[in-house]
């Protein structure tokens, strides 16, 4: 069963950058980056497959970028913060195809979360 285990999050201002992290025990075939903000639904923030496509979220287009490194980390740079940005932020992953990328219900695999808090 492979693991994920989050890092880099944190409390910051409007306007600053943190670097997300998830590292896999085992290789993957596809991962994403959800979020979940107190009382609403988990939704997928950026996710990219074994061909190294991304898709990311309207919201979070242009401010975001996601990277994969030696195919078990998964980083997402976030830059330009908002407080609507403030969610847990949960790293998954899974081997189905095809697959809806920010679909929470495609995914096999979850991380633990990491707190994004942004203060204006």
């Known amino acids: 069963q492979v693991q994920l285990v989050e890092s880099g999050g944190g409390s910051v201002q409007t306007g600053d950058s943190l670097r997300l992290s998830c590292v896999a025990s085992g290789y993957m075939n596809h991962m994403a980056w959800f979020r979940q903000a107190p009382g609403k639904e988990r939704v997928g923030v950026a996710g990219m497959d074994a061909g190294n496509r991304v898709t990311y979220a309207r919201s979070v287009e242009g401010r975001f970028t996601l990277s994969r490194d030696k195919a078990k980390v998964l980083i997402m740079q976030m830059d330009s913060l908002r407080p609507e940005d403030t969610a847990m932020y949960y790293c998954?992953?899974?081997?189905?195809?095809?697959?809806?990328?920010?679909?929470?219900?495609?995914?096999?695999?979850w991380g633990q979360g990491t707190q994004v808090t942004v203060s204006s």
């Open positions: 998954a992953a899974t081997n189905k195809w095809p697959l809806l990328l920010l679909k929470a219900s495609e995914y096999t695999t």
